[in-house]
């Protein structure tokens, strides 16, 4: 009886779990919101969302639901919309230099209420090259040749410059970690820069003060913002710019009063299509549509939520969930390994940017001072090989170092294509033996060298084929050395590689953002490369006013690149995204740039 | 009753000592690491974090007074995080967002956690305790051991295949914030499932094995027998005199387990996304935020001693020998 007492309690219980785990479903508990929310996952949480200073590209992709530009872009032309802007118009002043005046629209309001005034945007930029604010992008009112701006940071330079030697001592303390007497005289003289930069920042405050007056900027009333620069070819550089977040304007009273909490988001006051409601850090920013934005009839997408925190396999989950309520719509990117998974499906988005992945030749060492030599080994890539099986990204092969531009704004010009027999002809021209006994290619002569990379999974493959492409095509022997990010940078900087990597993303749409880093003058010239013919070229293309002169120019300095060859182009650098096939309005281009307003849900198929 | 008070001033005291003790030795340990609060070039502060960092932090002046403004900070509060501009340290353990965030959402997981370890892990001891040598016993035992040997990183994994998908509950997250649930309609406890499940399993194991050597030790005392002979019904027997004692380990274990769930947590948090202190904690540590380390061992500290000192003011109520100051 007992026993039989004790298997009638078992199925009953069994048969209850069954029962409840099948008929029992959470699910009950979705769907009951007004709308479905777009949910957008990011990298990462972002260290700060005030626009004004971030360098963070999450920072930036939240930036554009709290804050409006002067402009907007179109996603598939990149033109320049309205924005906080209304009209602009651009004349051509009797000094050479241009001006370009904004309009500010009078139905513009911040969340506050307040409507948004050209002197939101005075404030804005003055805070943004102040070196108290430490904005990383203080120097872009130079990278787009703004009127003063180079007085400006010439005056500036001695903290730019404290503040440099700072972060390389700081990176080396990091690496100096086993040594107790290196540590603490490092850290003594960190603590010393510290104190020189606080007083030069004193000692010039005054003078700056002086020169930010002169900037070229001003506010000549409550809606009209005028921009100054040196010239048409620097005016289409800034208009390419003046939709970037750390341009947007800034409420200065909500700043004033509640300083460095001014984002909370019971204080923070944007004028963007979108409010901040709730941060829940390493969760999510959830945004609300502005019913009292002035495009708000345009926007179709009510409530966002920007996810933030979540590693891949989680985000990749969070994907394939089914539930229309809790299931993303759209990642900011993916991981490597799992591109091939996507590969075959419409969510993969894969879509050129703005940027190149190169090799650097140190040109004021042996054996790299002799072009003939960087001509050889350029030529010796084969570019398909790496994208198609190295890479395996759907990259494009590029052999210009200035990709090309959309609607024939520039068109780039062929560089040193892969071919071995060339490569080993300008080897033997530099004075090299080069022969091919037993169909093995063989070089007398030449020096081991070392291919530096830092440590990461793609690069590595990168740098093997490169490795085995130069061994087997011209015979000489390469070792490779990876190092950290930061250990890597320090030798790139102080010139210690023969031939190292380098990738480079422009930061607006125009070849000067990838002129510049071979300039004499620039410090990300890692390559020495001295040039004057070339600096000589960039400047006159950027003190041409006619477009196809620009386009010439800059067409002739990346054959001076091609021919003397100070780096070697691999590839043109992907977005990868995820995007669900419901997500209407999301087109693919350069800038990677998917404001949210421009875009809408339908519903699942 | 004053016996216990006087135990608990004592214990107090013990924990004032204590805590200097543990924010020195926190303090000297992370100002002796490679570099200064500022050496990663991974975290640049910004120039409008440096100058009331260096001030609120005494940077300028020497160690003993940085000590002291670090202990300022702490009590009143308002030390700020070395990462984020807008946010004291304080802020980033209790966000002030009821259990969506920091250190409320990891002290809620943790609590049910252990809340559902020590009583299915101990219900689950004295059933088998109660059916010593039998399919049952052998079966919790068995449970005992899987629970025991497959980590968490494995557990929180499988329950996500097996139960997420034909329940619905969500696979990973946690609590959305209020304004979130009001537009979504959620309800907070279909996250809290999964979670405390993992947490709890490896923990309930230990309370079961616990449970089950106190109550075999206790089931063969003359007063139980006493207590059957008297014609007492079996389960008044084992909850009135066999559970009182034989779960006195179980209770012992308490704070131990409040200790090891605090860690556990970290890799539970990562695997089901949880925006709790598990994250907070690696990356303050990668990022160097000293501030931000520095509350947290004080603040983890102090809910631990307190945890552990509940347990031992538990003794006195469970065990009637220690009311009665004998020997036991």
Known sequence: MKLSNKIKSTIIFVATFVIASTTFDCRRDAGKGKDKPFRYALETEPKTIDWNVNDESVGIEIAYHLCEPLVWYDQKTLIPLPGAAESWKQENLSDGTVKITFTIGQDRKWTNGDPVTARDFHYAWSRLVDPKTGAKYQRLPKLFGLIGADAYFAAEQPINSLHSQIEKKQNMLDEASGNAELVKRMTQEVEDLRRQKSEKMEELEPQLTRLSGELGFKAENERTFAVRVKSSGYADIFMELAGFAPLCPLHQPTILKHKMKWTNPENIVGNGPYKLIEHVKDGYFLLQKRQDWWNAGNVAIDRVFLETGSKWEVTLQRYEESDPQKTLHMTQTVSPDWIKQWRNKPDLRISPIYGVYYVIFQTQKSPFNDERVRRALCKAIDRQHIVEFVTQGDQRPISAFFPGLPNGKYTEITGLEFNPEQAREELRKAGYTVNVENDKVVTRGFPSITYMYNTNPGHEAVATALQEMWREQLGISVQLSSSSWKAFTEKRERGECQVCRGGWIGDFLHPLTMADILLKTSSQNDSRWVAPEYDKLIGEAMEASDSEQVTKLFQEADAMIAQEAPVCPLYQYNTVRLVKPNVGGYVDNLRDYHPTWQLSLTAPK | ?328
């Open chain 2, 1 to 328: 009753m004053k016996k216990i008070f006087y135990f608990v001033a004592v214990r107090l005291s013990i924990f004032t000592v204590l805590l200097l003790c543990v924010t020195i030795i926190t303090f000297l340990l992370l100002r002796a690491s490679p570099g200064n609060p500022y050496s990663s070039s991974d975290r640049k502060l910004s120039a409008l974090q440096e100058a009331p960092m260096r001030e609120k932090l005494c940077l300028d002046k020497p160690l003993h007074a940085q000590y002291y403004c670090y202990l300022k900070g702490i009590i009143t509060g308002d030390m700020p995080s070395m990462k984020f501009e807008n946010k004291t340290s304080f802020e980033l353990l209790f966000p002030g967002k009821g259990i969506s965030e920091g250190l409320p959402a990891s002290a809620i997981l943790g609590f049910v956690a252990l809340i559902l370890a020590s009583i299915f892990g101990s219900a689950a001891g004295v059933i088998a305790a109660k059916r010593k040598n039998t399919a049952v016993d052998y079966l919790v035992m068995a449970i005992i051991m899987i629970g025991i040997t497959i980590p968490t990183f494995v557990i929180g994994p499988l329950l996500q295949i097996l139960l997420a998908g034909p329940t619905g509950l969500p696979k990973n997250g946690w609590c959305p914030g209020l304004e979130a649930r009001k537009f979504t309609g959620e309800s907070c406890w279909q996250y809290f499932v999964l979670p405390t499940i993992t947490l709890a399993i490896a923990y309930a194991a230990y309370f079961a094995r616990f449970a089950r050597t106190g109550m075999l030790e206790v089931i063969n005392e003359d007063y139980v027998r006493t207590a059957r002979a008297k014609g007492l019904p079996g389960w008044l027997i084992t909850l009135r005199h066999e559970m009182r004692l034989g779960l006195v380990k179980n209770v012992t274990f308490l704070g131990p387990a409040a200790s090891g769930i605090v860690v556990g947590s970290l890799v539970v948090e990562r695997i089901f996304a949880v925006p709790g202190i598990g994250k907070l904690l690696v990356e303050s540590s990668l990022d160097k935020d000293f501030t931000t380390l520095m509350t947290m061992v004080v603040v983890l500290f102090t809910l631990l001693f307190f945890a552990n000192l509940c347990v031992d003011i538990s003794y006195y109520f469970i065990d009637p020998r220690i009311r009665k100051n004998k020997e036991v």
